[in-house]
């Protein structure tokens, strides 16, 4: 059975830093890419960054590319995401996700937690 466990979220100020945390257990995590994805209020859920099994490839979406980085420590079973130069629109619910696609202009994850909520006040 697939757990995937966040931590880390809270209120921050504009400009502030986050690191969010997810640990995982039930599968073969060094085998799978992980992602954090998030989903503001009445918006659809987005991908923010992903990484691959061994951690060689990470992929960052624009609107967070050079203010957050994702990593992982495989010998935990954990992954995290480095948020700096935090912004209002980052205020979100975070996941820890994996087996994600895009699909008909809908992205979804068959896999995700329970989330984190990441509140940035202007």
């Known amino acids: 059975q697939v757990q995937l466990v966040e931590s880390g979220g809270g209120l921050v100020q504009s400009g502030g830093s986050l690191k969010l945390s997810c640990t995982a257990a039930?599968?073969?995590?060094?085998?799978?890419?992980m992602y954090w994805v998030r989903q503001a209020p009445g918006k659809e859920l987005e991908w923010v960054s992903f990484?691959?099994?061994?951690?060689?490839?990470?992929v960052e979406a624009d609107s967070v590319k050079g203010r957050f980085t994702i990593s992982r420590d495989n010998n935990k079973n954990m992954v995290f995401l480095q948020m700096n130069s935090l912004r209002s629109e980052d205020t979100a619910v975070y996941y820890c996700?994996?087996?994600?696609?895009?699909?008909?202009?809908?992205?979804?994850?068959?896999?995700r937690g329970q989330g984190t909520q990441v509140t940035v006040s202007s």
């Open positions: 990484i691959s099994g061994l951690g060689h490839t990470t």
């Open positions: 039930g599968f073969a995590f060094s085998s799978d890419w």
């Open positions: 996700a994996r087996d994600c696609l895009k699909s008909a202009g809908h992205f979804s994850c068959r896999s």
